[in-house]
């Protein structure tokens, strides 16, 4: 199973020897340039620029939206108030949409979602087999192996191998359930409170909450220790 390593999408080119001169700084000169598709972006960019087809502080907006208030954190601060909140928690399952468009993370590519919640009898993993549906409101872009074709095809087939190949082994009383996410509806997982966590309050277990975890390829743990600058 592919999982993030952009750097494994790149197209590489053969480079003939005038491409591989030094700079004054030692280093060839190519490895100064942005990477193939961020100089393609770049340059399509500059283009649409150009003839007045986007306007780039619209483009710095939406770069800025999703680097910094989009993402997983998101998601992490429902799955945290719902471990905490007992009546959050049942409303969030009974109908989650009206629930997260008044915590403002309803938006592009998360008009509607469901949240299924995970038990020591079902495990759930959510999957969009026809093309990428994913809750960006919440979780943000999605990963590179959410859109591969080897994980939209075997998540339906064989989840217990993709889990596997995630480090996730399930206890063999435990099922799995995998949902299809469609333009229509987006699947956030709310996994189980691991007993570790007694004692955190809301903000704390936030940062247990992975973003695997809410996909269900993953489970929630400690955040990494932060080290000390020296």
């Known amino acids: 199973m592919p999982h993030d390593h952009p750097d494994h999408h790149q197209r590489h080119h053969r480079h003939g020897a005038q491409d591989a001169q030094p700079s004054a700084s030692g280093a060839p000169a190519h490895s100064h340039l942005p990477s193939d598709p961020a100089l393609r972006v770049k340059t399509l960019e500059t283009i649409l620029v150009q003839k007045g087809l986007i306007d780039p502080a619209a483009i710095d907006t939406l770069i800025e939206t999703y680097s910094s208030r989009v993402g997983p954190q998101n998601g992490a601060k429902v799955v945290a108030r719902a471990w905490c909140e007992p009546a959050f928690r049942a ?6 949409t009206p629930l997260l468009a008044d915590m403002g993370l309803i938006g592009r590519q998360g008009e509607h979602v469901v949240v299924v919640e995970n038990t020591p009898q079902v495990h759930n993993m959510v999957v969009c087999t026809l093309c990428s549906c994913y809750p960006w409101s919440l979780l943000g872009i999605p990963p ?15 989840p217990r191998g993709v889990l596997a190949e995630f480090g996730l082994c399930l206890p063999e009383g435990q099922s799995v359930r995998v949902w299809d996410s469609t333009a229509e509806m987006r699947y956030l997982v709310l996994p189980m409170r691991p007993e570790a966590s007694a004692g955190l309050d809301e903000a704390a277990l936030a940062a247990w909450v992975t973003r695997n975890s809410m996909i269900g390829t993953g489970l929630p743990h400690p955040p990494a220790p932060t080290q000390a600058q020296p």
């Open 91 to 96: 409303a969030l399952l009974t109908d989650a």
């Open 144 to 158: 590179t192996w959410y859109k591969s074709d080897a994980y939209r095809a075997r998540a339906v087939r064989e």
